[in-house]
């Protein structure tokens, strides 16, 4: 988590508040806007939201858990192996979307990569006219410069 500041006003947020607010919008699947009153004000939780995001410590939590949890089954901390999977679906609204012509569908196409136990590695979403293996291959470099090591 960010140290506090040398100068200025001093913290008035609880980060571990500021989790439980993204945990509760995550599993509710409500709006910014509804967010209960006793995690603070919305707006404050949403920007120290999108300065965590930017500091990519949702993918470290992530990839650190998914290591430990391998290492708690016996395997190998980083994983060898994945199994890659996609799925159209109709996106009518999206900002960005494709024609699937395979499966005939106007939409996004969602790739999933999950490791031999069916751990999830990678979520990447693209225009359905995206085959799995590029989208999945440019995304994994992403996400493996922002990784920790």
Not at 24 to 45: A, K
Not at 71 to 86: C, K, L
């Amino acid at each position: 988590m960010p140290k506090p500041g040398r100068r200025g006003r001093p913290r008035e947020v609880d980060f571990r508040e500021v989790i439980n607010a993204v945990r509760y919008l995550v599993r509710s699947g409500c709006g910014w806007r509804m967010l209960p009153i006793h995690f603070g004000p919305w707006r404050t939780v949403y920007g120290w939201f999108r300065e965590l995001a930017r500091r990519f410590l949702f993918q470290t939590v992530q990839y650190v858990a998914l290591m430990l949890d391998r290492e708690r089954a016996g395997r190998e901390a980083s994983p060898s192996a994945a199994v890659i999977d996609s799925q159209s679906v109709k996106a009518p609204q999206a900002r960005t979307r494709g024609y699937d012509a395979g499966k005939k569908i106007v939409g996004c196409k969602r790739h999933i990569a999950v490791d031999t136990d069916g751990r999830l590695l990678m979520v990447n979403l693209t225009p359905a006219d995206i085959s799995t293996a590029p989208a999945l291959r440019r995304s994994w470099m992403v996400s493996a410069s922002a990784g920790p090591g």
